[in-house]
């Protein structure tokens, strides 16, 4: 939660971790869209820290490729390159079935019942779509999964990998709202079945078909666009290049 949530800056000692971890959820929630710059002034009058703890949490954050430094105008957000896109998902697709194999803890009631709240609040998304609660809920269900993750290692890298993907996945929310909580409902129905009888195993096979589908959208609907786009201004730059030559 930003400090403007909770008790005042000033009463509060943020960590570069805390600080590392609200300029992440900014960026993953699109509250810091791409192109936008991090002034770290305004970040540190707002955490109540000097510049070089912001600093530090930024620099953790490059990492990732979701900020990058410019000359003349300091750190700013960068969308993931459509390679980068792709690694990413391929990756996740590949992480995911680990999920239920590398010493996953034990299936609770709790787990039961976090389910099937999200379950509750994705239903409600068909019928009336609010971007901003889907990001929330799926986030919520994001950390749930991690949390089912003995092995350090998987936990940290599938926690990465879903920060990078974030962003790209939650600009799709806003063009295929219905496709998006249809999505959602299907995947917290199958995690739902599977916990029902305990299965980790199941729950890991669950998030690799689900991001398979959704890697698909991503596809179709972004990637697809994007290369289209590349391809048009080749051709006009090819066509430009003839006249020249003619």
Known sequence: MPPSQKTPAAEIKYTVEDIQSEILHRICF?????????????????????????????????????????????????????????????????????????????????????????????????????????????HRLHEWITSLIGNDTLRSFWWQTYCQAASTWYRLSNERSCDMAKALVAELNDLNTALDVGDATAIGYIQRTHIGYGYQRIKTHLLATETDEGAASARVVSGLRNQKTA
């Open 30 to 138: 699109l509250d810091y869209a791409p192109g936008e710059q991090l002034k770290e002034a305004e970040l540190a009058a707002e955490f109540g820290v000097s510049r070089t703890p912001i600093r530090d949490a930024i620099g953790r954050i490059s990492h990732l490729g979701l900020v990058e430094t410019r000359n003349g105008v300091g750190t700013v957000v960068v969308a993931l390159s459509t390679a980068q896109i792709r690694h990413v998902y391929d990756m996740r697709l590949e992480l995911a079935t680990l999920i239920g194999t590398l010493s996953p803890r034990p299936i609770t009631q709790a787990d039961r019942e976090a389910v099937q709240t999200l379950l509750c609040e994705a239903k409600v998304l068909q019928g009336a779509f609010d971007p901003r609660s889907y990001i929330e809920i799926n």
